[in-house]
Antibody, heavy 121, light 106 residues
């Protein structure tokens, strides 16, 4: 069965970086894309970016552009999200999710369990 | 970015009620509209994709309609497990989500 397993809770100081991983199983990793979505406590969902596991193409949300990098490792079927220059407002649960090979027209049909990132001095 | 506006932001309903949630896009998105259900502490779950297609395994009481800028999610007969928050999301270009509709027990 399709599963996305994310890395554990992270506690970081302002200005630091965090890297969250998302290990996929149960499907051909390079046939799909991965999006990253975050949710601040008690708030809605915010799309952060998309990466094609097929060719590494990426798109980022304007709000985090320049601070976020998405990568994939096909040898381990793992997607990574690195966020730099962390601020308190980056405190959120970060989700990875599987989407189609192209960003447009895709619903996210499988999701990771979420990774809580806490940014606090 | 395309703005997605959901209404209402919350509603109270009883078991067996018909529930309708609407989502409006700030520009036409054809049928690139998805609906998700989220329960507290859990990841979102895809219910409807491409405005009206039921995701595999989702009960038939869920349905979606609309195209262009106006969309609707309908639950034909609300069940206890349906109390949750629902989000619309456009996938026409850089994805954006609606602010959510919390469905509570009356």
């Amino acid at each position: 069965q399709v599963q996305l397993l994310q890395s554990g809770v992270e506690v970081k100081k302002p200005g630091a970086s965090v890297k969250v991983s998302c290990e996929a199983s149960g499907y051909s990793f390079s046939t799909f894309g991965v999006i990253w979505v975050r949710q601040a406590p008690g708030q809605g969902l915010e799309w952060m970016g998309w990466i094609s596991a097929y060719n590494g193409d990426t798109k980022y949300a304007e709000r985090v552009q320049g601070r976020v990098t998405l990568t994939t490792d096909s040898s381990t079927s793992t997607a990574h999200m690195e966020l730099r220059s962390l601020r308190s407002e980056d405190t959120a649960t970060y989700f990875c999710a599987r989407v189609g090979r192209t960003l447009s027209g895709s619903g996210a049909d499988y999701w990771g369990q979420g990774t809580l990132v806490i940014v606090s001095s | 970015d395309i703005q997605m506006t959901q209404s209402p932001s919350s509603l109270s309903a009883s078991i067996g009620d018909r529930v309708t949630i609407t989502c409006r896009a700030s520009q036409s998105i054809d049928d690139y509209l998805n609906w998700y259900q989220q329960k507290p502490g859990k990841a979102p779950k895809l219910l409807i994709f491409a405005a009206s297609y039921l995701q595999s395994g989702v009960p038939l009481r869920f349905s979606g309609s609309g195209s262009g800028t106006d969309f609707t999610l309908t639950i034909s007969s609300l069940q206890p497990e349906d109390f949750a928050t629902y989000f619309c999301q456009q996938s026409y270009n850089n994805p954006t989500f609606g602010q959510g509709t919390k469905v509570e027990i009356k």
